[in-house]
């Protein structure tokens, strides 16, 4: 009697994570859709917008026994490859802007950045930063940016009227600030409102061709949804006569499943290592879709909505045990592997890991 009451108990479990799951991206889709109905981003009384695009969270998440060991569940289970077909509701140019000229990528670390729990440190900082600038780099053994930036013919250009078209899908050059928690940017919770409000506390008149990335500690909360919606997301605003384009990505310490693939990675730190592959999504959707106008497809999808939480055919495995897909060089000569989702092709919509070949 007691098995059969837990057997059932755990069913209803699962049926409540589906459940939660299929509310979530309904909601997503509908978010998606509310997203492009004005032409400036506002926010509600609770400081929230939805004039943003998420990054959705990790599918695995709906579909484990709430009552399992999920560290193990996403040690033992290798990434998903993906379809190598093209997608039935393919992009498509709506009309307005790129960037074709990326200045630099602005980094806004806020929170503790200093703790000793292993992810929220220097090293996580500096793993961050290597993929920033290492995904600035036209590498021709493992071009990972030139899928996004057209370096085959094949993958095609994501262009605008006038034929200006996404060059750069991430900036060598990196500009960095810190900023403690504070009651000015709402504490250890901050709202979308109090996002922009960081961002415009350090952008100054603001660089309209630069893209502000917050990047949170493991102990801040975003309460529009971080963790429970969303992994990140990006947006934009006016500061004074420029729009800038920004943010926000937070480490997923503290619910790894939900913005993670695996509990151990190629880099030492999985939360870290998990939040560069979402702010590479969000570096590429906001170099071709900025104003929430140009690409996406008739379900309000940008390109790297349609290329989530797969990882290609090449994953490989580490000594350590952690996958990875993508080698980046860094600044210094060397190189470091990620576990990095794929991109969009422009041209055919379908996902792929490596501009060179390309490879799927």
């Known amino acids: ?67 399992s060991n999920h560290s193990t569940a996403l040690l033992a289970k290798a990434p998903t490859a993906g379809s190598t077909a093209a997608a039935s509701s393919p992009i498509t140019y709506q009309g307005g802007p790129v960037m074709g000229n990326l200045s630099k990528v602005v980094l806004i670390w806020y929170g503790n950045w200093k703790q000793t729990n292993g992810t929220d440190n220097a090293a996580g900082q500096q793993i961050i930063r290597d993929a920033i600038w290492g995904m600035s780099q036209q590498n021709l053994v493992n071009n990972y940016s030139g899928i996004t930036t057209g370096f085959s013919s094949n993958l095609g250009l994501y262009t605008q009227t006038g034929n200006t078209f996404v060059t750069q899908a991430s900036s060598p050059v990196i500009t960095e600030f810190t900023q403690a928690a504070s009651a000015a940017y709402g504490n250890k919770s901050m709202s979308d409102a109090n996002v922009f409000a960081l961002v415009k506390a350090y952008a100054g008149a603001g ?70 592959s979402v702010i590479a999504h969000e570096l590429i959707e906001t170099v071709t879709d900025p104003l929430l106008n140009a690409w996406y497809n008739a379900a309000g999808s940008e390109n790297s909505d349609m290329c989530s939480w797969t990882f290609g055919s090449k994953v490989q495995k580490a000594s350590n045990g952690a996958y990875w897909n993508v080698t980046l060089p860094t600044s210094t000569g060397g190189s470091r592997n990620y576990l990095l989702q794929r991109q969009l092709s422009a041209k055919d919509s379908k996902c792929y890991i490596n501009a060179t070949g390309p490879v799927q």
């Open 1 to 67: 009697m007691h098995n059969r009451l837990t057997r059932n108990r755990i069913r209803l479990a699962a049926a409540h994570c589906l459940l939660a799951g299929i509310l979530s991206i309904s909601a997503m889709a509908m978010a998606e859709s509310n997203a492009r109905n004005a032409s400036e981003p506002v926010h509600d009384a609770d400081g929230n917008t939805q004039q943003k695009i998420k990054h959705q969270l990790s599918p695995e998440i709906y579909l484990q026994n709430p009552f």
């Open 207 to 276: 660089d309209a061709n630069a893209i502000y990335l917050v990047l949170s500690s493991s102990d801040i909360a975003e309460r529009s949804g971080f963790l429970t919606q969303y992994c990140g997301w990006h947006s934009y605003g006016s500061i004074g006569a420029n729009t800038v384009k920004y943010g926000f990505i937070g480490n997923p310490n503290k619910s790894l499943a939900s913005c993670a693939v695996q509990t151990i990675s190629p880099n030492g730190n999985a939360a870290v290592d998990g939040m560069v």
